[in-house]
C-alpha cells in the first residue's frame, strides 16, 4: 500500500503466471455467475469502488493494483 497524493494505492504480486481475465470471471454477475456461490466477487468489488486499476506480468509472475481515490479512502 502507498499513500499517493491521487489516493491510496494498493499493489499486490503473485509468482503465477497466468492471466488476471481467468480469476475475474467469479462471481461478477456480468458473467452469468451463481449470486449464491461464496467466493468469486473480489475483483469485481475492487473494479466497482477503485477509480482506476491495473495489472502488469512478468517473468516471475504479475502484479494487480487499484487506486482509491482520496476522496473515497476514509
Not at 11 to 24: I, K
Not at 38 to 52: A, C, D, M, N, Y
Amino acid at each position: 500500500m502507498e499513500l499517493q497524493h491521487s489516493g491510496l494505492r494498493v499493489e499486490v504480486r503473485d509468482h503465477d503466471a497466468g492471466p488476471v481475465e481467468e480469476l475475474s470471471t467469479g462471481g461478477d454477475p456480468r458473467h452469468g455467475s451463481n449470486l449464491r456461490s461464496e467466493g468469486g466477487r473480489g475483483l469485481h468489488l475492487v473494479r466497482e469502488l477503485s477509480s482506476s486499476t491495473g495489472c502488469s506480468l512478468s517473468e516471475g509472475g504479475k502484479s494487480v493494483w487499484f487506486t482509491l481515490a482520496s476522496g473515497q479512502a476514509h
